[in-house]
């Protein structure tokens, strides 16, 4: 693994915050920033760190390029010969398993578009986790465009966590535009947890799902912005099968002069159940806009859109104030409780 | 203990000018006050006022001779508990949170245990329940007096806490608030229960935003007739 000490302390630092890692063991109780690759370690030694330390399929990219990748008996991890990307297939009945894909970016003006295909077989149950950093000081902006698309075959079952974040001193902007499409075959399920918390720039976040007979789709989306930060966040799920369903439920932060749109249509051609809800906290001059769509082709299906947006409820911040909290602690209780 | 100086309240296009008219009270340390009198008479505004979660038009508040007219809701905290008559319901926040968070430390989960306990809610059920509104009326009731009660104050303001609590949890209740009295915690509940109206050393009856009258149970019970048994 031949990087830079700049990416090493990047990709620390994204490893670090995506707190999913040491969970699965791949820093193994390790204080991530003490760990050969933070402290510049010999190539063999930090080689030795990252294969004891994570078993698991993965693949890591620095800057462009894949820095590690390792594919275990059940799930191959292969790079993509046309494109930039990867092809990941989990073999049918795959249990207990996580795939990891993490991403760092620390250089300034970079702009890449990244496609990874995952299929997955027929009674698989696994976890994706995919995170991207971005770490800007820079004067140009830099852009990660991850495209996802998800086989899911029948009586599968996935979980795909996917966090982003930006940090970074410089004034380039720190651009994530994630596409995630899901295909749900009969009776299969995914569960897609998408998370941005804070430091990036611009973001539009597409979601497409078309869901067969008897799937399920839960999508638990959070989001926080500020200063003059955009996030677009677009969904549009296909119920196609009979008795399909999807939980499509945002939280979102908007702060100081940030704008936010959050735009869900539910398409409902058969008989099925489907429902958005768009959750969001305004604070200061921020401007959330929420779109529901709700399109039903016949009268079995069934379709419901929450959307509440409003500021810091101020029944919540005072109760906690009669519990000894100040003013701003309570806000942030009420926003990390809310982001939960 | 607590003493009220001519507070008065009025807001915009209320139905009537003032919600609170010219009150003024003591309450001694250590006593347990009971505040009764027909919905909208001021009650919970009254209560809201102590805590400084409502500004008075007029008027002055002392605490131990302090004035705390002007203290924020957290300055009064540190003395001051308050159970609220509608509970306050969150996204995302445990009751563990909760209990840890009026603890004003990180408490172990069988130390909040205790004061789930007291409500009568088992903590292996609740302690990491969301408070959201998935939660009954009740048992968001029950979670607010235990919040309160994990609270390390001098003076414990409980609005109408029977509301919504079933007969056995009721009993509970009340050997609750004789055990505050046996440590000299200074009470006052605004309560429409017989039950509770009996241990107070002194009733206030409001009506219109005004004091009608106040005095010992014996004195004021038998004015009272809207009290229910
Ligand atoms: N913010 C407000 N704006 C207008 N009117 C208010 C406001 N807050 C309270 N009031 C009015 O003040 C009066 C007293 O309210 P309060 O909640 O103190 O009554 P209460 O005695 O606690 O009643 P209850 O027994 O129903 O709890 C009511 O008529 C109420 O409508
Ligand atoms: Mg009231």
Redesign the pocket.
Known sequence: MNLTDEEKQIFCEVLAENDILRESGAWQGEDERASPVATGASDAARKRSFRLAYKGAYNFRVNGKSVGRNSTKNIDVKPKTDRSGLDITIKPGTKNEQVHIPVAISATGIKEAVYNDFYIGDNAEVTIIAGCGIYNCGPTDSVHDGIHRFYVGKNAKIKYIEKHYGFGPGRGGKILNPVTEVHLQENSEASLELEQIKGVDSTIRKTTADLDKNTKLIVKERLFTHGRQTAESIYEVALNGKDSTTDIASRSIAQDLSKQSFKATIIGNNKCRGHSECDAILMDEAEVHAIPALDAKTKDAELIHEAAIGKIASDQIKKLMTLGLTKKQAESKIINGFLH | MLELKDIS?S??????GK??DHISLRIKKGSFTVIT????????????IIMGI?TPTTGKIFLESRDITNQTITERAEDIAYSF?QPVKFKGITVYDLLNIASGELIAPEEASKHLKKVGLNPEDYLTREINDKLSGGELKRIEIASVLARPAKLFIF??PEAGIDLWSFDNLIKIFKKLKKEQKTIII?S?QEKILKLADEIII?EK?KIKSKGTPSEILPQIKGAKP
Do not use: F
Request: proline residues 3%; positive net charge.
């Open positions: 309240c807001v915009k296009g209320g139905s009537r919600i609170l009198g027909p919905n909208g008479s001021g009650k919970s505004t009254l209560a809201d409502k008559q609005d109408e605004i429409h409001l935003g």
